[in-house]
């Protein structure tokens, strides 16, 4: 029996920064935490017992996740963690839970390239945001552009994605001279140089478009710059992977209007599901202006899931509830199901979002459907060798072939 289960509560762990430059993003993750917490206590807890949030500040310092993660495992005895934004801090933490067979629910989209065995991915791969938001750019419905800016935050999402994205431009007939690519780091505030070079680079007479992966605080500046050198969302848009609802709260959203966002759920959608969603939160935070965003479905699905599993399983152990974890299916928000594959990531629907004035998402694209999470790119040649898959007779994150 785990210590966590011999207690009188179960324990879960909270990782997100509550401070620094992604507490932009992380704070909101808490909190929805702390409400599928509270409504699941409502109900009579887990297993009997009452569920117990464990919250710690990382501080957006990426050492310093993996020494909280430490400590929520050993020293507080949590069953599960919700947690991490960027990829830094969840390639900080992942030694950590590997070592300590702990189990991390990491809910924001990625550049996926990793399986772990101790983590499961509610946010989305790379096939599920990066490929298809491209998609969209080159298509007649995005402006077919022939020319892409890739500006990202410098660390490893936004350089592996970028690489992903190269390759499959590149396969799209996009020559490497018709891509331009910069990196800047985390908090990010001078703009000038680097948005009068985009301007320079799509003067050249082809449709140019900007995919961005610049994460956190930074995104505030970059919109206010373009919108000072006179860049509209119909000559030059920017499609975000790391721009939603939460952010665009903290901002006047008249700049960025127009502009595109790729995710896998908005606020705006129209279901029974979401508007239950919404009004549970409202409720919850008690400020109806608060808004939600996709990496809170992500926790709101992964959560449920986990949920179920331990119902399953009967127990918290983390052998055990992984093993249920699998094929377990949850009502996503957005009209259809969200299902754990056995490669840790989920399926999930594709949508992609129009800016308005109310930093809302008008929706302009969905697939149709749900698209199965990709641990491993077909755009890279050594990773779409891969394969992953935790259950027999498999069981590894990236074999060529099956192991037994």
């Known amino acids: 029996m785990g210590a966590a289960q011999a207690a009188d509560t179960i324990k879960v762990g909270i990782l997100h920064s509550l401070s620094g430059t992604m507490a932009i993003s992380e704070t909101t993750l808490k909190d929805a935490m702390l409400m599928l917490i509270d409504e699941q206590n409502k109900k009579g807890g887990l297993l ?3 569920l117990e949030p464990v919250v710690v500040d990382p501080a957006s310092d990426w050492p310093l996740f993996a020494e909280k993660a430490r400590e929520l495992i050993s020293k507080d005895g949590v069953a599960v963690t919700f947690g991490c934004w960027t990829s830094v801090s969840r390639k900080s933490v992942l030694p950590v839970f590997e070592e300590l067979n702990g189990m991390l629910f990491y809910p924001v989209q990625y550049e996926g390239e990793e399986s772990s065995r101790n983590v499961f991915y509610t946010g989305a791969a790379p096939n599920q945001q990066a490929i298809p938001a491209v998609d969209y750019l080159l298509g007649s419905e995005g402006g077919e552009a022939k020319r892409i ?60 478009a900007v995919v961005s992966t610049i ?13 000072n050198q006179g860049i509209k969302a119909e000559d030059i848009p920017v499609v975000a992977f790391s721009v939603g609802e939460e952010e ?15 995710w896998n759920y908005f606020m705006s959608v129209d279901t029974p599901e979401n508007d239950a969603f919404i009004k549970a939160w409202h409720a919850f935070i008690k400020d109806e202006k608060r808004v939600t965003n996709d990496p809170m479905e992500a926790h709101y699905i992964g959560f449920k899931m986990w949920v179920q599993a331990v119902e399953q399983a009967g127990t918290t152990d983390v052998d055990a509830v992984r093993q249920a974890m699998y094929g377990q299916t949850v009502k996503n928000l957005t009209g259809g199901t969200a299902v754990m594959n056995t490669n840790h990531h989920l399926s999930k629907p594709v949508l992609i979002g129009e800016i308005l004035e109310d930093g809302q ?12 999470g990709d641990a491993w790119s077909d755009f890279i040649p050594e990773s779409a060798k891969l394969t992953a898959d935790w259950t027999y007779p498999w069981v590894c994150g990236n074999c060529e072939k099956p192991r037994f």
């Open 48 to 50: 009997g017992k009452k």
């Open 149 to 208: 800016v890739l500006l990202g935050t410098d660390y490893v999402y936004p350089r592996t994605t970028n690489k992903i994205l190269r390759s499959y431009l590149n396969a799209k007939g996009i020559a490497d001279a018709d891509i331009m690519e910069n990196y800047t780091p985390f908090g990010h505030s001078d703009w000038q140089t680097i948005v009068a070079q985009v301007k320079e680079f799509a003067s050249q007479g082809k449709k140019t």
């Open 248 to 262: 665009l709260a903290g901002l006047d959203a008249g700049p960025l209007v127009g502009h595109l966002a790729a």
């Open 361 to 372: 998402f008008e929706i302009v694209s969905a697939t149709d459907g749900v698209v199965v």
């Open 215 to 227: 994460n956190g605080d930074a995104n505030v500046p970059f919109y206010k710059e373009l919108a």
